[in-house]
């Protein structure tokens, strides 16, 4: 008897619920495009905390203006998105300082690596330098 279960089959399945996938290994070239990449994110969340900034600042205007108007209602929607403004900040800056770890990591890296370089060359050196005396 045929097997019913062919290679093509098996690998449709697993296409179709997904498979490992090998992530490429950092290398000294690719590290450089992840930081720059790492900085235009670093950017991005910049320019959004920005805009919470200013977009909880008139929330907190309209609250006010609510309640100087006794619009109970207007106030407490106002403070509910000023309270979910300030969480998505808060979610942000928390990203934002990931990124500078993730950004600092990878330069004492790549100081590390050259380091290891430069001790690897002194010894080469120094045991030639051996060697002949």
């Known amino acids: 008897p045929k097997p019913t279960h062919t290679k093509k089959a098996s690998s449709c399945l697993m296409n179709l619920f997904g498979s490992s996938k090998k992530r490429p290994v950092a290398t000294t070239q ?6 720059d990449s ?7 969340m910049d320019k959004r905390m920005d805009f919470l900034q200013k977009q909880i600042e008139k929330e907190r205007a309209e609250v006010t203006r609510c309640l100087k108007a006794k619009d109970k209602r207007g106030a407490k929607m106002a403070l509910k998105k000023q309270k979910m403004s300030e969480s998505r900040l808060d979610k942000l800056f928390n990203q934002r300082s990931t990124v500078d770890t993730v950004k600092n990591s990878l330069a004492d890296l790549e100081h590390a690596k050259a380091m290891s370089a430069a001790m690897k060359a002194a ?6 330098e051996t060697a002949t005396l």
Do not use: G, P
């Open 30 to 35: 690719n590290t450089e495009s992840v930081q």
């Open 38 to 44: 790492l900085s235009k994110n670093a950017a991005m």
């Open 123 to 128: 010894n080469d050196h120094i045991k030639k």
